[in-house]
């Protein structure tokens, strides 16, 4: 019974331990970050390498400060093309949805 306790504390132990160690530096944020948005951009190639080298030599303020999640990209991106269009109320909304969906995939 003892052992059995000991190695369920000790299980637990290891894993809070390693979750402590996968907590993502300022640079691995940042390049997890640069990644999401050429991917989101459909980059390839010398355009994705140039995005991606510009991207983390942006290094002087946080990824947060300096760059939008491709969730907020698409939502700004849709957001202009709706005041373009100048929608309003439902047909906004429906937009929107229609937009935003059709980034995702």
């Known amino acids: 019974m003892k052992t ?3 190695m369920a504390l ?5 894993g809070a331990t390693a979750a402590a160690d996968k907590a ?4 691995q944020q ?9 991917t989101s951009q459909t980059l390839k190639g010398d355009a994705r390498k140039t995005y991606m080298s510009n991207c983390l030599k942006n ?11 491709p969730q907020q990209q ?10 373009k ?3 309003s109320g439902d047909a906004r909304k429906t937009f929107m949805s229609n937009c935003l969906q059709k980034q995702a995939r």
């Open 4 to 6: 059995v306790l000991m």
């Open 10 to 14: 000790l299980a637990g132990f290891v």
């Open 30 to 38: 940042r390049m997890t970050t640069c990644n999401q948005q050429a």
């Open 74 to 83: 698409k939502m700004k991106e849709c957001n202009a093309e709706a005041g």
């Open 59 to 69: 290094s002087q303020s946080t990824p947060a400060e300096k760059s939008l999640t």
């Open 24 to 27: 993502m530096t300022p640079q």
């Open 85 to 87: 269009q100048t929608l």
